[in-house]
Each structure stands twice: as structure tokens, then as C-alpha cells.
């Protein structure tokens, strides 16, 4: 073997290596919210904050729908809030707007 080709072998291995340790950062926290996304939707309750995380509805707008009597049923413990998860899901699913017939 030559010495362009072992060169072109050499920075083949390296280019491999930076683009595995690229994706290992990258994908590494990508991982760690999906299974802590799953974590919590096999939680009965969720705070204001998990309901954010998991369905995308917004912590502050889920507590001006609480200060008007809308949004999902919720629980009240003094200062402590939870939404039973099939409070949530009822309350998306209630929200589907059909768009085609």
C-alpha cells in the first residue's frame, strides 16, 4: 500500500471517529428526553410543568385556564397542582376540529 492510500485510510478513521463522537453528543440528550418523556406518561399525575413536557401545553397557559374554570380537571392541594393524565388526554381529545368529511 502506498503511502497516499494508508494517508486516505488514516483520515478516514479519524473523520469516522469525530462524526461518532459528534452524534454521541448530539444524540445522547436527545435519548435522555425521550425516556424521561415516556417516564412520565406512565405517571398518573402530572405537575403543570410534565403536562408542558409531555403534551406541549403551556404551564402558564394551563394557569390562566384554571383562573377562568377551563382547561383540563385538575387537583388542588395547597399551593400544589396536579392533572390526572386522562384529564388531559380527554381534554385534547375534545379539542379535535374535523377538516375534512
Request: hydrophobic share 40%; aromatic share 6%.
Amino acid at each position: 500500500m502506498d503511502r497516499s492510500a494508508r494517508e486516505y485510510i488514516i483520515k478516514e478513521a479519524e473523520i469516522r471517529e469525530m462524526l461518532e463522537e459528534l452524534a454521541e453528543r448530539v444524540l445522547a440528550p436527545l435519548a435522555g428526553d425521550v425516556m424521561e418523556i415516556e417516564e412520565l406518561k406512565r405517571k398518573e399525575f402530572l405537575t403543570p410543568d410534565e403536562v408542558e413536557r409531555v403534551y406541549g401545553l403551556k404551564a402558564t397557559t394551563m394557569a390562566n385556564k384554571r383562573t377562568r374554570a377551563q382547561g383540563p380537571a385538575y387537583i388542588k392541594d395547597g399551593e400544589k397542582i396536579l392533572y390526572p393524565q386522562k384529564a388531559v388526554k380527554a381534554y385534547l381529545a375534545a379539542k379535535h376540529v374535523k377538516t375534512i368529511d
